[in-house]
């Protein structure tokens, strides 16, 4: 399959590091490289056109400038409250882009500097390695929003550092630097800032010369851990959604929009 393939891409570019690497970089400029209704199905789709790319051995993900990713943009949050089809739309992205990174044939390294929150820590936890800035920025973001820990937290954070960990990290909404995510096993690598893409590119470069059928089935059965795990990833997913419909997400919305202490309800009929 020819680099043209990515030709049609608006918020994802592409380039090659190494002849048998291909590097992804979010790209939405100004923006911390938020998601929004243009990159959500680009993050869905690129994992297939990557499988069946036959000169592709390996992937880095990382995001342009100082960023990884800064997670969902507003204007997208407004569109899925406000209307079912927008939500419903949203809701089947987010569970293609967890399953497409799973099912991708190829291995996949996380380049992390910077935030990466919500839908791009997504991407950062899901690839196969993870190499971060000790100085990143990671940050579920649900609960302090008044939302659910859907996305991606259920199906791979107990397994990554622990259930106790987990389950501390995600109700309390902590943010992790990329050296205390790496302390607690929830990433693969923290280096120096200035590190980064050099160490993904070494990583990325050795498997791209390795055998590609060990490597991927490698990757394949080790994922099946996740694809016992996808009830529960799917559960959590409905449950973040359902929270679109209700008071909570609006009071975090607005906390956050007025740069104030949210006032949540002191009740909840679950």
């Known amino acids: 399959m020819p680099d043209s393939v990515y030709d049609g891409y608006r918020r994802l570019r592409f380039d090659r590091p190494h002849p048998r690497v291909l ?23 690129v994992w297939h056109d990557i499988s069946y790319d ?9 995001g342009a400038g100082d ?11 407004d569109g899925m409250i406000a209307e079912h089809e927008v939500r419903m ?3 089947r992205e987010a569970r293609d882009v967890v399953y497409n990174m ?28 993870s190499v971060v800035s000790k100085t990143a920025k990671l940050i579920d973001g649900h609960t302090r929003l008044g939302l659910a820990a859907g996305d991606h937290a259920a199906i791979i954070w107990p397994l990554l550092c622990g259930m106790a ?6 109700l309390m909404c902590t943010t992790l630097s990329g050296q205390e995510a790496a302390d607690i ?6 280096v120096d800032d200035g590190e980064v893409q050099a160490k993904a590119l070494e990583i990325a470069s050795t498997l791209a010369e390795g ?24 559960a959590s997913l409905a449950f973040e959604f359902h929270g679109f419909t209700g008071p909570e997400l609006k009071e975090g919305l607005a906390a956050i929009r007025e740069k104030r202490k949210p006032n949540f309800p002191t009740h909840s009929a679950f």
Do not use: Q
């Open 23 to 45: 590097r992804v970089t979010l790209d939405n400029p100004g923006k911390k490289n938020s998601i929004d209704e243009v990159m959500h199905p680009e993050m869905v789709r």
């Open 54 to 62: 036959d000169s592709v051995a390996s992937v880095i993900l990382t």
């Open 67 to 77: 960023a990884f990713c800064a997670g969902g943009n507003f204007e997208m949050v």
């Open 89 to 91: 739309k949203n809701l």
């Open 102 to 129: 799973i099912n991708c044939t190829k291995p996949i390294i996380s380049a992390v500097r910077g935030p990466a929150v919500g839908g791009g820590l997504v991407c950062a936890l899901l690839s196969d390695i």
């Open 165 to 170: 960990r987990a389950k501390y990290h995600l």
């Open 185 to 190: 096993g929830l990433v693969s690598l923290a």
């Open 211 to 234: 055998p590609p059928t060990a490597i991927r089935l490698t990757k394949y059965t080790m994922n099946h851990w996740l694809r016992m795990a996808g009830p529960i990833f799917d």
